[in-house]
């Protein structure tokens, strides 16, 4: 594999595209947190993945939503794009084993879409990515997606306050999320990172309740 060329292309590719409210390059960046959180589970779990694959996966996840085209097809989309463009940089085989990442991430086994019937089975390298994915939107980017409402949605600083203060409980979507991680390293990771938003979201309410407060003169 000719990793260096193939994270110059995904840069290349990536980091300039307009990803609409998100921001530009947002999802590139996205998928270097992605490989990093990927690398640091398998370290942790003593995991044997190859990590030249388990990175490029990670960087290169939500390739198929970079550029605005978010939806549930991105997965394939972006493994299509993959094998177009970037095929030449991989052997078949590693190309087919990051393409499964790339194509499959957001087929989490654990999740709820697949109470009732058959659940996939991936390697650990698509497990991984699929965990570190989702952990990427916990803790600090809980934060960074209420101030970027603030901005988008030119929130008064009530409404602000009022979402800061939202307890633990109104996180409906906590539960769902730590049930579809893959494995316990990922849960674990999960729970601090939820902990320490909370902590983070009670200090800026405190701060911001404070500013409030306080008489314009």
């Not at 390059?25 to 942790?44: I, M, P, Q, T």
């Not at 095929?87 to 078949?92: A, C, D, E, K």
Request: charged share 30%.
């Amino acid at each position: 594999m000719n990793r260096d060329a193939i994270l110059t292309w995904a840069k290349d590719r990536m980091a300039l595209a307009d990803d609409g409210l998100r921001g530009t390059g947002f999802r590139y960046f996205h998928g270097l947190r992605v490989a990093a959180l990927a690398l640091a589970l398998a370290e942790r779990m003593g995991s044997a993945v190859e990590r030249d694959i388990l990175e490029v996966g990670g960087v290169l996840h939500d390739l198929g939503k970079s550029g605005g085209q978010a939806n549930e097809d991105h997965g394939p989309r972006g493994a299509a794009i993959l094998r177009r463009e970037a095929g030449h940089l991989f052997t078949p085989a590693e190309l087919e084993r990051v393409a499964l990442i790339v194509a499959q991430h957001y087929a989490r086994p654990q999740s709820k879409w697949y109470d009732g019937q058959e659940r996939p089975v991936w390697p650990d390298e698509v497990l991984l990515v699929q965990d570190a994915d989702l952990l990427d939107h916990c803790g600090g980017a809980e934060i960074r997606d209420i101030c970027r409402r603030e901005l988008q949605e030119n929130l008064a600083p009530e409404q602000v306050l009022a979402l800061m203060q939202a307890p633990a409980e109104a996180q409906d979507w906590r539960p769902e999320v730590r049930r579809a991680l893959n494995f316990e390293v990922s849960r674990l990771e999960f729970d601090y990172r939820t902990q320490q938003a909370d902590l983070y979201r009670m200090q800026f309410a405190r701060e911001l309740e404070g500013k409030l407060a306080r008489p314009l003169l």
